[in-house]
T-cell receptor
């Protein structure tokens, strides 16, 4: 079955460390997105990519970085510059603008 | 930037009662999408509305898009325990490759 796989499901990070969250899709979708979800805040856009080797900042990109070297993969790195990284991170994809998103099951990141 | 407001934040209903959540955008939308997130899960796409004044139904769920394409609503008739979760609206302004802007969601709590 086609879908989006995010790993790991839970991740613990020490302060000052960079961590990378994986997102892989086999839906052949061109567009991929990273959202952050905090309690009571809804979903906020971190980065998005419409095509391989191209990506744009979303509303809260500071302290994060991404790459899009393959159509199937869109990893997110949470750097030590991100002041409050504890959150639920969701990766999504769609065939293009104005189509519904398919979300992965998310990665819950906790800073210890 | 674009803002999407959603009310109420929480809604408690008795099983069998109706439920409505409302969504308002600060800008005119190209389309609006609705998602459902079960507790501990990830958002799942429900529907997209594109046309001014559009009404769509999915069994007990009725979705409306306002005439000005700035507001939308989701109405559930005769709620069931399976309806528990958070319902998000998400607006797309079009004209570019930006991701969706999500409302903060309405948490539906159902008392048996």
């Amino acid at each position: 079955d086609g879908g989006i796989t995010q790993s790991p499901k839970y991740l613990f990070r020490k302060e000052g460390q960079n961590v990378t969250l994986s997102c892989e899709q086999n839906l052949n979708h061109d567009a991929m997105y990273w959202y952050r979800q905090d309690p009571g805040q809804g979903l906020r856009l971190i980065y998005y990519s419409q095509i391989v080797n191209d990506f744009q900042k979303g509303d809260i990109a500071e302290g994060y970085s991404v790459s899009r070297e393959k159509k199937e993969s869109f990893p997110l790195t949470v750097t030590s510059a991100q002041k409050n990284p504890t959150a639920f991170y969701l990766c999504a994809s769609n065939p293009g603008p104005s189509y519904g998103y398919t979300f992965g099951s998310g990665t819950r990141l906790t800073v210890v | 930037g674009q803002q999407v407001m959603q009310i109420p934040q929480y809604q408690h209903v008795q099983e069998g009662e109706d439920f409505t959540t409302y969504c308002n955008s600060s800008t005119t939308l190209s389309n609006i999408q609705w998602y459902k997130q079960r507790p501990g899960g990830h958002p799942v796409f429900l529907i997209q509305l594109v046309k001014s004044g559009e009404v769509k139904k999915q069994k007990r769920l009725t979705f409306q898009f306002g005439e000005a394409k700035k507001n939308s609503s989701l109405h559930i008739t005769a709620t069931q325990t399976t309806d528990v979760g958070t319902y998000f609206c998400a607006g797309y302004s079009g004209g570019g490759a930006d991701g969706l802007t999500f409302g903060k969601g309405t948490h539906l709590i159902i008392q048996p």
